[in-house]
Nanobody
């Protein structure tokens, strides 16, 4: 079992940057593929980025490629999402997700979810 806690959300102007963090409990963080998803009001939860549990391969939604960077620090049980060149359409609640020893590229694949952190980008 793993518990996830996101932080780092906030209000930023278009073109600005934010870094989200996801802190995980437990001693097997390195065995989990980790991902970020987001949900805007009235829309379905969508995939943003993921990093695999083995090899550290990264995956991104087309809408964030070149602007967002996902990373992890297994020693700190923490995953990050560096978000640059933010746009108003990036406004959403961002959720951290985890899946043990398997790929994570869609919301239905996740075994665990954080509570979410709000990101608001003003124009």
């Amino acid at each position: 079992q793993v518990q996830l806690v996101e932080s780092g959300g906030g209000l930023v102007q278009a073109g600005g940057s934010l870094r989200l963090s996801c802190a995980a409990s437990g001693r097997t963080f390195s065995e989990y593929s980790m991902g970020w998803f987001r949900q805007a009001p009235g829309k379905e939860r969508e995939f943003v980025a993921a990093i695999s549990w083995i090899g550290g391969s990264t995956y991104y939604a087309d809408s964030v490629k070149g602007r967002f960077t996902i990373s992890r620090d297994n020693a700190k049980n923490t995953m990050y999402l560096q978000m640059n060149s933010l746009k108003p359409e990036d406004t959403a609640v961002y959720y951290c997700a985890a899946r043990r020893r398997a790929t994570l590229k869609a919301a239905e694949m996740s075994d665990h979810w954080g509570q979410g952190t709000q990101v608001t980008v003003s124009s």
